[in-house]
C-alpha cells in the first residue's frame, strides 16, 4: 500500500464530475493459495475522505467509491485517464478500487474480467458503470505485481474479490454478477459454479473448460486445465496466425461442472471465432446444463461476429498479438457483423444483469 508523498505529486481535489478507478491484487502468491489475506484487508486502509493524489482524471459517469470510514491512509494513483463512454483509452493507474455511480443506491454489483493476455478491462466496467452498475475490473494476470502468466489459478482469490464487492454498502444484496471474455470467460464460469454470491455470468466467447490455465480451489483442482499444440497452428497468407484447431479436446477433467451453478448464465457467441471454438464450447454447456434439469441459461448466437466481442463502436480488431501463440493472430469475423453485434449484445448483457441482479 503506497501513502500519498508530497515531494513527488502535489495533492489535488478531487474533480467535480464521476471518475473511476482502479484495482490490482498482490502478493504473487495470493493466485496460488487457498488461504491467502483477505482482500478487504489489504484495500480498507483507503480513505478517500482525503483526495488521493491523482494527474490527468476525465469524468466518465460513475465516481470514486469510499470505501473505509475508519482509516487515515490513501493510495498513490498516478495518471489515470479512464475510457469513457465514447472508447477514450485510460493510461495505466497503479492500483484498482472499483467504480461507483452517481446516487444513492443501492446498485447491483458486477466484477468485469479480461482475457488472458491480462491486464484490466476497465472498458465494460466503465460501460457498465453509466448504466447504473457497481463494477470491479479485477486483474489476473500480467499486471502490476502479478504473474505474466500461470499453471494454475486459485479461485479463492475471485471469492475474495466477490466478497470484497458484495460487501460494499451501495451493492445491492443478495448476490453480484461478473462479466468474462475468453479466458476470463470460463474463470466467470467457475465463478458461477461454485461461488453461490455470483447470481448473474456473462460469459462472453468463453470456454467449458479451463483453458489453457487450471483452477484450483480449497486446495483441491476443481478443472485441470485444457492443453493445446502450437503444431495446428496456421499462419495465414496475411502473415497472422489462425489458432482456432490449436486446443486440445475437452476431457472429463478439465470440465466445470457448470449444473452446479445457482445463478443465471448468459452465454455471447460469435460464429466466426477464430480463437477458439466458443460456439462449440457453449452448446456443449448448455447440453450439460439441461441434462441435469438446470434451466437457469440463456444463449446470444452473433452471426459474422468473431472473438473480441467489446463495447459498442470500439473497432473491428482483425488481429492482434497473442500471449499463448506468442504472434499476431486473427480474431475472426467481419468488420459489419461484428460492430453489429457489439452495438446488439450489450443492451442485453446490461438487460440481463438488471433483471437477474434486481431479481
Known amino acids: 500500500m503506497h501513502t500519498p508523498n508530497s515531494s513527488t505529486t502535489s495533492t489535488k481535489a478531487l474533480p467535480s464530475g464521476p471518475h473511476i478507478l482502479r484495482l490490482s491484487s498482490s502478493p504473487v502468491q495470493r493466485l496460488y493459495r487457498s488461504s491467502c489475506p483477505r482482500l478487504s484487508s489489504r484495500f480498507l486502509q483507503l480513505d478517500l475522505r482525503s483526495a488521493p493524489k491523482i494527474s490527468s482524471v476525465l469524468?466518465?459517469?460513475?465516481?470514486?467509491?469510499?470505501?473505509?470510514?475508519?482509516h487515515n491512509q490513501c493510495i498513490d494513483i498516478s495518471a489515470t485517464t479512464p475510457f469513457n463512454?465514447?472508447?477514450?483509452?485510460a493510461t495505466k493507474s497503479r492500483e484498482l478500487i472499483g467504480i461507483r455511480v452517481t446516487g444513492s443506491g443501492p446498485f447491483p454489483g458486477v466484477?468485469?474480467?479480461?482475457?488472458?493476455?491480462?491486464?484490466?478491462?476497465?472498458?465494460?466496467?466503465?460501460l457498465l458503470a453509466n448504466h447504473g452498475?457497481?463494477?470491479?475490473?479485477?486483474?489476473?494476470?500480467?499486471?502490476?505485481?502479478?504473474?505474466?502468466?500461470?499453471?494454475n489459478l486459485d479461485l479463492?482469490?475471485?471469492?475474495?474479490?466477490v466478497n470484497f464487492l458484495k460487501q460494499h454498502p451501495k451493492v445491492?444484496?443478495?448476490g453480484i454478477g461478473a462479466v468474462g471474455i475468453s479466458k476470463g470467460g470460463d474463470v466467470v464460469l467457475s465463478m458461477a459454479t461454485f461461488l453461490p454470491d455470483v447470481r448473474a455470468a456473462v460469459i462472453i466467447n468463453g470456454c467449458n473448460a479451463s483453458a489453457i490455465i487450471g483452477m484450483h480451489f480449497k486446495n483441491k483442482v476443481i478443472s485441470a486445465g485444457v492443453g493445446y499444440s502450437l503444431s495446428r497452428m496456421r499462419v495465414e497468407d496475411s502473415g497472422v496466425a489462425n489458432i482456432v484447431d490449436i486446443m486440445n479436446e475437452v476431457n472429463k477433467e478439465s470440465l466445470i461442472p457448470v449444473e452446479k451453478a445457482e445463478g443465471t448464465i448468459l452465454f455471447v457467441v460469435g460464429d466466426e471465432d477464430k480463437n477458439w471454438k466458443s460456439t462449440n464450447y457453449a452448446n456443449e454447456a448448455i447440453k450439460r446444463m439441461k441434462k441435469h434439469g438446470n434451466e437457469k441459461f440463456d444463449l446470444l448466437t452473433y452471426q459474422g461476429a468473431g472473438h473480441y466481442l467489446e463495447p459498442p463502436y470500439f473497432p473491428f480488431c482483425y488481429a492482434s498479438y497473442h500471449s499463448v501463440a506468442r504472434m499476431y493472430t486473427m480474431w475472426g469475423g467481419n468488420a459489419k457483423d461484428h460492430a453489429f453485434a457489439q452495438e446488439?449484445?450489450?443492451p442485453k448483457v446490461q438487460s440481463?444483469?438488471?433483471?437477474t441482479l434486481n431479481n
Open 156 to 161: 479463492e482469490y475471485f471469492s475474495e474479490a
Open 133 to 151: 452498475f457497481i463494477t470491479l475490473a479485477l486483474a489476473y494476470l500480467n499486471y502490476e505485481d502479478l504473474p505474466k502468466s500461470a499453471t
Open 111 to 126: 466484477i468485469c474480467l479480461h482475457t488472458i493476455n491480462g491486464g484490466v478491462g476497465e472498458n465494460k466496467a466503465s
Open 59 to 70: 469524468p466518465v459517469g460513475c465516481q470514486i467509491s469510499r470505501i473505509s470510514e475508519d
Open 344 to 346: 446488439d449484445m450489450w
Open 172 to 174: 445491492k444484496r443478495p
Open 352 to 355: 440481463f444483469l438488471k433483471k
Open 85 to 89: 463512454s465514447f472508447g477514450m483509452q
